[in-house]
């Protein structure tokens, strides 16, 4: 098992940046790919990003791509999420979350998930 803790979410106005740190232990963090979703109130846990074990690959939501960014640091067993130009739409829970495969895309695909931290982005 893996245990996930984000931090670094926030207020920030719109065109703002934050950085969000997810935190693992527990088993060897590089056996996991690694993913960020979000879930705005009212609406269902959407994907955001993944990134392979190792770092090589990753993958973005289009809503989001050239504005955030997926890392990961495996000796420190981190995977961040740079958000940079924030829209109010950007505004949810954000929740990393660690799957067996190298990596996915996919929600049901991922076994172990964080508690979540508050992103809100006022207008």
């Known amino acids: 098992q893996v245990q996930l803790v984000e931090s670094g979410g926030g207020l920030v106005q719109t065109g703002g940046s934050l950085r969000l740190s997810c935190a693992a232990s527990?088993?060897?963090?590089?056996?996991?790919?690694m993913g960020w979703f979000r879930q705005a109130p009212g609406k269902e846990r959407e994907f955001v990003a993944a990134i392979s074990r190792i770092g090589k690959n990753t993958y973005y939501a289009d809503s989001v791509k050239g504005r955030f960014t997926i890392t990961r640091d495996n000796a420190k067993a981190t995977v961040y999420l740079q958000m940079n130009s924030l829209k109010p739409e950007d505004t949810a829970v954000y929740y990393c979350?660690?799957?067996?495969?190298?990596?996915?895309?996919?929600?049901?695909?991922?076994?172990?998930w964080g508690q979540g931290t508050q992103v809100t982005v006022s207008s």
């Open positions: 979350a660690a799957t067996t495969s190298n990596y996915d895309l996919a929600l049901r695909q991922y076994n172990y």
């Open positions: 527990g088993r060897t963090f590089s056996a996991y790919g």
